[in-house]
């Protein structure tokens, strides 16, 4: 059982950065890898980022319409993952969701994670 809770959401302009915050609750933080997930209203769920456990010698997975904007990190003695977005666009409007799998390694598959967040709204206007 692992709970995750996002925050850090909001309203921005294009071009402007937020930076999103998932808190875990878990006694194997450090060894799970932890996604973040997109829904757009009338599209379906998307991977956006993954970053993995430690020692895995994997590196984080960035999905092509975040890649060189989005930029995920994790804070062990937190146990909290950060996605940190820069330039946003308004195609980034969506609720953003993080998720936790027991494997150590990074995927971009919803399937392998088997706790989730409620979720964080990011509106950006034009």
């Known amino acids: 059982q692992v709970e995750l809770v996002e925050s850090g959401g909001g309203l921005v302009q294009a071009g402007g950065s937020l930076r999103l915050s998932c808190a875990a609750s878990?006694?194997?933080?450090?060894?799970?890898?932890i996604g973040w997930f997109r829904q757009a209203p009338g599209k379906e769920r998307e991977s956006v980022s993954s970053?993995?456990?430690?020692?895995?010698?994997?590196?984080?997975y960035y999905a092509d319409p975040v890649k060189g904007r989005f930029t995920i990190s994790r804070d062990n003695a937190k146990n909290t993952v950060y996605l940190e977005m820069n330039n946003l666009k308004p195609e980034d409007t969506a609720v953003y969701y993080c998720?936790?799998?027991?494997?150590?390694?990074?995927?971009?598959?919803?399937?392998?994670?088997?706790?989730w967040g409620q979720g964080t709204q990011v509106t950006v206007s034009s």
């Open positions: 970053i993995s456990g430690s020692s895995t010698g994997v590196g984080p």
């Open positions: 998720a936790a799998r027991d494997s150590p390694f990074a995927s971009n598959w919803e399937g392998n994670f088997g706790s």
């Open positions: 878990s006694r194997t933080f450090s060894r799970q890898a």
